[in-house]
């Protein structure tokens, strides 16, 4: 039976977003940037990241409390060994509706069809420009556009349904806007423009580097006229338009600009098994310990329940008002975003 439960702001607990690597292929500057993440960086160990038998344990558990949708994130999450496994795993869950991953798309041509058969339909896969050079220094290991656009088309003629992420800092990509719309409009594939976020500590983030969803609209709106869709469900984290005379989208995630904090209804799980409660967080409650400690998955779920019921985050919210605190914050490839 599914026990539903509201956090301290009413906010009812539906998507878990699963982290399943700390680890990444690319070294995007806004994420993981190679100065930090070098040679020397420590790493998660395998016996300190969750064993896939622990995260579909986590996953049902979160399921009878509500959770319908799961994305399964990273670091890089291809890169995590088996993954197809773990999604066949996942999607046996009773009450799970909706699995999605999160992808850089290097590695989709050689696992589009495993993913697929394991029963994944829905790729993200991010993209931050077609123009190589551009590219090549953002992701920060010198891989061409190419190689994600290939990803991009492999994952469609596997039969997955494709939405790309852009992530827009300003004087690094922007000039890259028109070209990237004009690309997947004409694909009929759904771009979303995320605004530069300060998650983390190390990517040096600043306003000045932001292009809000404003700026990204109204330079749009030169070359093309955008209609607003209603959003598909309660806590939709993208603004949705389409092309006029087109069933294309476009979308916007505007969490710097126009906060979503009063229905953020995700809760996240770290590769190493923290409990999260927002993704600018800088402290995790440790499932891992009880997971390998207590058998008895009843007590894992009233302390999940407790956690949640206790929450009140709503970083992006007090960012916009002006009232966040400086404290150290978890870095996005650890969460996954
Ligand atoms: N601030 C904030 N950003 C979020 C939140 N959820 C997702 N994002 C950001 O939204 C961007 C896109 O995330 P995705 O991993 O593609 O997931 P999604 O957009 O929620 O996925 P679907 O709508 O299910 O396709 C990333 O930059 C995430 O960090 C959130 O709760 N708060
Ligand atoms: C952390 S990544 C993990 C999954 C995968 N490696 C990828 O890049 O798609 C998840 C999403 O977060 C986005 N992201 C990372 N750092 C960001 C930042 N500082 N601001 C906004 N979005 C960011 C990425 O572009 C990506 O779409
Ligand atoms: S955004 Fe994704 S691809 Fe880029 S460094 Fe972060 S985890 Fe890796
Ligand atoms: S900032 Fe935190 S509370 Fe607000 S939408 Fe993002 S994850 Fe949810």
Redesign the pocket.
């Known amino acids: 039976m599914c026990r539903m439960i509201i956090d301290k702001l009413r906010r009812p607990l539906h998507d878990l977003r699963i982290s399943v690597t700390d680890k ?1 292929n ?1 070294r ?1 500057q ?2 993981m940037p190679a100065e930090i993440f070098g040679p020397d960086f420590k790493f998660l160990n395998k016996d300190e990241i969750l064993s896939f038998e622990e995260i579909e344990r986590l996953a049902r558990i979160f399921s009878k409390l509500g959770v319908k949708k799961l994305r399964i ?5 291809l890169m995590r060994k088996n993954i197809a496994l773990l999604i066949s795993k996942l999607n046996e869950i009773e009450g799970i509706t909706d699995i999605g991953l ?4 290097v590695l989709l041509v050689k696992q589009s069809k495993e993913l697929y058969e394991a029963g994944l339909r829905r790729l ?3 993209l ?1 420009a077609l123009d190589n050079e551009i590219f090549q220094k953002m992701n920060g290991r010198g891989v061409k556009s190419d190689v994600v656009l290939r990803g991009i088309e492999t994952a469609l003629n596997t039969g997955f349904s494709v939405k790309v ?1 852009m ?1 827009v800092q300003k004087g690094v990509n922007d000039s890259q806007i028109i070209p990237m719309a004009k690309h997947f409009r004409d694909m009929g594939i759904t771009l979303r423009f ?7 500590n190390t ?1 040096g ?1 600043n306003w000045n580097q932001v292009v809000t969803k404003k700026e990204i609209y109204d330079l749009l709106s030169e070359h093309f006229t955008l209609k607003p869709v209603d959003s598909n469900y309660y806590g939709e984290v993208a603004k949705r338009y389409k092309y006029k005379d087109s069933e294309t989208e476009v979308g916007f ?1 505007t ?1 710097v600009s126009e906060s979503f904090c009063s229905t953020c209804t995700r809760a996240r799980i770290s590769a190493d098994g923290k409990f999260y409660t927002c993704l600018f967080a800088a402290k995790g409650h440790d499932l891992k310990s009880l997971l390998r400690n207590i058998d008895d998955d009843e007590q894992i779920l009233n302390e999940i329940s407790g956690i949640w019921q206790n929450r009140n985050d709503r970083y992006s919210d007090e960012r916009v008002i002006g009232s966040v605190s400086s404290s150290k914050k978890i870095e ?2 650890y969460i ?2």
């Open positions: 990444c690319f995007c806004y994420c994130t990273g670091g890089e999450p999160t992808t850089n798309g993200n896969i991010s931050d992420n992530v995320i605004e530069y976020m300060d998650v983390g990517n983030w995630i969490s996005m490839s996954g975003g």
